[in-house]
């Protein structure tokens, strides 16, 4: 099993910090034995939250797979902000134990990173899309743009990106991580042709998504 963050490193070190400071007031009030449950807790938590299993990445040519687990909560034609287009939407939803990871859809080059600092909303609202904390890469994958876009939700403080313009993606390759429980919105084509339904279960990398149409 490996991660998608070194262990340990400053974006882990908060939840270990915890784990450590809940040990040592679990010996302090109940003795050794309890602190060594709590210990116990603290790690199967980290590797249920930080958990980097492999995946087979499909080898179809022309679709795009899906950047999260999760649940697909909307399909729609809407418009992409960030790219300056009309699009097709379609938003995954990620509770609380999905894999917090994500995975690049496409092969690219990246064309644009962009934080906007945002306000507290369920993500399962619309309103997420437009209102809240959120991470928007623009990929350009044979002439065609697909955006991702981190959406933090109620829980989900902290939205992490690891990539800039430039920089070339292949898909499956992890780019961020949302902690814990969020939405990846991904605005494609407005002719792509979706695979998925709303309510269907989703794995990052291994689900197709949509299909493109050449440009």
């Known amino acids: 099993m490996s991660f998608p963050i070194p262990f340990p490193s400053r974006e882990n070190a ?7 400071l809940a040990c040592l007031l679990a010996f302090t009030w109940q003795g050794p034995l309890a602190a060594s449950l709590v210990a116990v807790a603290g790690v199967l938590a980290h590797l249920v939250y930080f958990r980097d299993p492999p995946r087979a990445i499909p080898a179809q040519a022309g679709v795009v797979l899906s950047p ?3 649940r697909i909560v909307r399909i729609e034609k809407a418009r992409d902000p960030y790219a ?3 699009a097709l939407r379609i938003s995954v939803f990620m509770s609380l134990f999905s894999l917090h990871g994500n995975r690049a859809s496409v092969d690219g080059v990246i064309r644009q990173v962009e934080y906007i600092p945002g ?4 993500t399962d609202l619309d309103t997420a899309s437009r209102h809240h904390e959120r991470n928007a890469v623009v990929i350009e994958s044979n002439g065609q743009l697909v955006t991702l876009v981190q959406v933090a939700g109620l ?3 902290r939205i992490l990106c690891w990539v800039k313009p430039g920089d070339t993606l292949t898909r499956g390759q992890r780019y961020g991580l ?4 969020a939405r990846v919105d991904v605005y494609l084509p407005p002719n792509a042709v979706p695979k998925v339904a709303p309510g269907d279960k989703v794995s990052a990398t291994t689900t197709i998504l949509a299909t493109l149409n050449k440009a």
Do not use: S
């Not at 908060?14 to 450590?20: A, N």
């Open 14 to 20: 908060p939840f270990l910090g915890l784990v450590l």
């Open 68 to 70: 999260a687990d999760g």
């Open 84 to 86: 300056n287009r009309d």
């Open 119 to 122: 306000q507290l909303v369920n």
């Open 155 to 157: 829980i989900a403080r």
């Open 178 to 181: 949302i902690r814990f429980g």
